[in-house]
């Protein structure tokens, strides 16, 4: 049981996170309808979540430098109740948007904080299948908040859709409070100046930067495909319900599958070569999308899902292993660019898509993944830096 300790508590942990982090996207064709809004308006729910969560991410990094993990990771999970609850019985499109930022503000504590437990406590090779478990923890978080809020809003509207994610919420903080074990190899930095002075060093590693570009990619193609496909399909010819939008999600679950395998894949292939063949099949899976069948559809949200939980993956373990010193303002470094890029593809592709419906919110999508190849081929070739204290 105590083997599995550490395992559960980390998944919990990634469970919560993206339970609550894009929610509201199967949401959204029902908000543009019941409070008379545009696509962009009604993606600030998701937008502001991001942009909070990127603001806070580099004072969250400093804080567990100084206070420690565990310490960190459950206060906030209990804190993220009260914004769970508020969303629930918000009145209103503009006050659900400051709850949604509310929510923000207490994520980055959450996962950040716990990849960089998972970088402290474990062997470099350990730490990667373990970055696979709280991503395919991750993954299904984040079907299953969307398919929560999808099935929940038909028979008990917004009130009973926000009131199940707060009730999964409460399970998983009881859960890591628990489960997970107190670090052990953690090394207190001395004071936020201190903490701050080693994420500039952080700005110094050309890896980093790099692998923080690819984060901030890989997010903005993950919001910009998974909301815009809300729009897409609720409209004619297909006509989704709310609650078939929730079940659409379920392509969600491909990262279960391939985020576990990743680590190994990495070993057998390389970590640049698997995301450059990740990075074709997720175009791959783009392009099927343009299919006038509902299943064809699917079947290419399933690939490119599956595809840019790999690269993800790889990304955020390479994090971990790249900071040879202050993992947790890495960490908190990557979370902003990435998150910045989360909220940039909820709003920016919304241009694209007034102007060209879906297949120009896919050309956006597209040229972004063509970003991230050019980083992984350019800078993944070298090796990181070990960067003396």
């Not at 008379?36 to 804080?63: K, Q, R």
């Not at 918000?90 to 716990?114: H, I, K, S, Y």
């Not at 969307?146 to 199940?164: D, I, S």
Request: a positive charge; charged letters at 5%; glycine letters at 10%.
């Amino acid at each position: 049981m105590r083997a599995l300790a550490r395992p559960t508590a980390i998944a919990f942990a990634g469970f919560c996170s993206f339970l609550n982090l894009y929610a509201p996207q199967s949401l959204l064709p029902l908000l543009t309808r019941q409070y008379a809004a545009g696509a962009v308006e009604v993606s600030h729910l998701i937008s502001a979540t991001t942009l909070a969560v990127a603001l806070i991410a580099p004072f969250t990094g400093a804080a567990a430098d100084m206070l420690g993990r565990k310490r960190i990771i459950t206060a906030a999970m209990f804190a993220l109740l009260i914004p769970s609850v508020m969303l629930a019985f918000a009145n209103g499109l503009d006050e659900m948007v400051f709850w949604r930022f509310v929510q923000g503000l207490l994520l980055p504590p959450v996962f950040a904080v716990t990849v960089a437990y998972i970088g402290d406590e474990l062997a470099p090779a350990e730490a990667t299948s373990m970055a696979g478990i709280y991503m395919s923890a991750s993954c299904f978080g984040g079907f299953f908040g969307r398919f929560l809020t999808g099935v929940l809003a038909e028979p008990f509207g917004l009130r009973g859709a926000f009131l199940g994610l707060t009730f999964f919420t409460l399970v998983s903080a009881v859960a890591v409070l628990v489960l997970l074990p107190k670090e052990k190899n953690f090394v207190p930095s001395h004071g936020l100046s201190s903490s701050f002075g080693h994420m500039l060093r952080h700005l110094t590693n050309p890896v980093l930067l790099a692998t923080f570009a690819v984060g901030f990619a890989v997010l903005f193609n993950f919001v910009a495909l998974f909301t815009y496909i809300s729009f897409y399909l609720a409209a004619p010819p297909f006509n989704l319900s709310t609650a078939s939008l929730g079940t659409i999600f379920v392509v969600y679950l491909a990262g279960v599958i391939f985020t576990p395998l990743t680590g190994r894949w990495i070993r057998i292939l390389g970590r640049r070569h698997l995301t450059l063949i990740a990075l074709g099949g997720w175009l791959v899976g783009l392009a099927l999308t343009l299919s006038g069948s509902l299943t064809v559809i699917i079947a290419g949200l399933t690939l490119a899902a599956g595809c840019g939980f790999i690269c993800q993956t790889a990304a955020t373990s390479y994090v971990a292993i790249s900071a040879q010193f202050a993992r947790s303002s890495a960490v908190g470094l990557y979370v902003t660019t990435y998150y910045i890029g989360g909220s940039a593809g909820a709003i920016l592709p919304g241009y694209a898509w007034n102007l060209a419906g879906w297949p120009g919110a896919l050309a956006v999508i597209a040229a972004m993944l063509g970003v991230i190849a050019a980083m992984v081929e350019i800078f993944w070739r070298q090796k990181p830096q070990a960067a003396s204290t």
